[in-house]
């Protein structure tokens, strides 16, 4: 079964950090392109950050540039979403989703992605 697995969420205080995980089991994430995407409540699905398969190429909404960072390790079959600085609007449930895109880059759309996780949820509060 092909599962991802995400981790990392919960209360921290605005300007705080957190480092999302997302693990795959029943498969290795070589070949696949992963984003994450954030939905709160009443509001759509959106895109926050995706990274190619290997790593070489990364994207970041324009809401969360420069304050978080997506990474992977192949090896660890793991991708990392490193969250600083923040804001009570970046609550939300967190997703991951793996996308099989070798090579090319990778989507902030949410159409392609065929595996996702059940989510993690960030609560941005003081």
């Known amino acids: 079964q092909l599962q991802l697995v995400e981790s990392g969420g919960g209360l921290v205080q605005p300007g705080g950090s957190l480092r999302l995980s997302c693990t795959a089991s029943g498969f290795t994430l070589d070949g696949y392109a992963i984003g994450w995407f954030r939905q709160a409540p009443g509001k759509e699905r959106e895109g926050v950050s995706c990274?190619?398969?290997?790593?070489?190429?990364?994207y970041g909404a324009g809401s969360v540039k420069d304050r978080f960072t997506i990474s992977r390790n192949n090896a660890n079959n793991t991708v990392y979403l490193q969250m600083n600085n923040l804001k009570p609007e970046d609550t939300s449930d967190y997703y991951c989703?793996?996308?099989?895109?070798?090579?090319?880059?990778?989507?902030?759309?949410?159409?392609?992605?065929?595996?996702w996780g059940q989510g993690t949820q960030v609560i941005v509060s003081s």
């Open positions: 990274i190619s398969s290997r790593g070489s190429k990364s």
């Open positions: 989703a793996a996308h099989w895109r070798p090579h090319a880059g990778c989507l902030l759309t949410d159409g392609q992605y065929a595996i």
